[in-house]
T-cell receptor
Framework: AQRVTQPEKLLSVFKGAPVELKCNYS??????LFWYVQYSRQRLQLLLR??SRESIKGFTADLNKGETSFHLKKPFAQEEDSAMYYC????????????FGQGTELSVKP | EAGVAQSPRYKIIEKRQSVAFWCNPI?????LYWYQQILGQGPKLLIQ????????DSQLPKDRFSAERLKGVDSTLKIQPAKLEDSAVYLC???????????FGSGTRLTVV
């Protein structure tokens, strides 16, 4: 079964602290993994995708096929990082269909 | 470029009533998706169009939900009759091809009372 699991509903950290939002997936083939972010009162937007291997707003995520994980990390959290973060998976030959996790709310306190 | 447009932003209806949502994708995008996001959950795909044809509607509750994209551009999603459990945000997204990493609209928040 295809599934994305985000074990934490809420993650609260202080400004300047490191952040790691966990994502585990279940998929039998070679999936493409994404992180989407939704800031307050804004639309859902793509943050990064594993094939790009890029850093966006200081966030990085590495696909670990052995552990079937795609954790999102940032060394120093900023207050403007407070948002809902969704991990998503797309399988090959699925026409772009995304399977989302339940989301993790990140709260960065001053 | 202009983003994905959706209307209305909010809708409150009574159970057993009908409701329709409208989506205008980014110009030239052939693929259009409708997702349902229930409070506290991630979005779930309801239906996917490629131009005016349905690619995937396996998770669409066809006894009450319908969707169309007659000219391969705008799309409407309809619920008739609505149930309490249909309360959710309905998101539309579009893509130039059948590839993920696409753009979402702001969504329509439906409350069924």
């Amino acid at each position: 079964a295809q599934r994305v699991t985000q074990p934490e509903k809420l993650l609260s950290v202080f400004k300047g602290a490191p952040v790691e939002l966990k994502c585990n997936y279940s998929y039998s083939g070679s999936p493409e993994l994404f992180w989407y972010v939704q800031y307050s009162r804004q639309r859902l937007q793509l943050l990064l995708r594993h094939i790009s291997r890029e850093s966006i707003k200081g966030f990085t995520a590495d696909l670990n096929k052995g552990e079937t994980s795609f954790h999102l990390k940032k060394p120093f959290a900023q207050e403007e990082d407070s948002a809902m973060y969704y991990c998503a998976l797309s399988g090959n030959n699925q026409g772009g269909k995304l399977i989302f996790g339940q989301g993790t709310e990140l709260s960065v306190k001053p | 470029e202009a983003g994905v447009a959706q209307s209305p932003r909010y809708k409150i209806i009574e159970k057993r009533q009908s409701v329709a949502f409208w989506c205008n994708p980014i110009s030239g995008h052939a693929t259009l998706y409708w997702y349902q996001q229930i409070l506290g959950q991630g979005p779930k795909l309801l239906i996917q169009f490629q131009n005016n044809g349905v690619v995937d509607d396996s998770q669409l509750p066809k006894d009450r939900f319908s969707a169309e994209r007659l000219k391969g551009v705008d799309s409407t999603l309809k619920i008739q009759p609505a149930k309490l459990e249909d309360s959710a945000v309905y998101l539309c997204a579009s893509s130039p091809s059948r590839a993920p990493g696409y753009t979402f609209g702001s969504g329509t928040r439906l409350t069924v009372v």
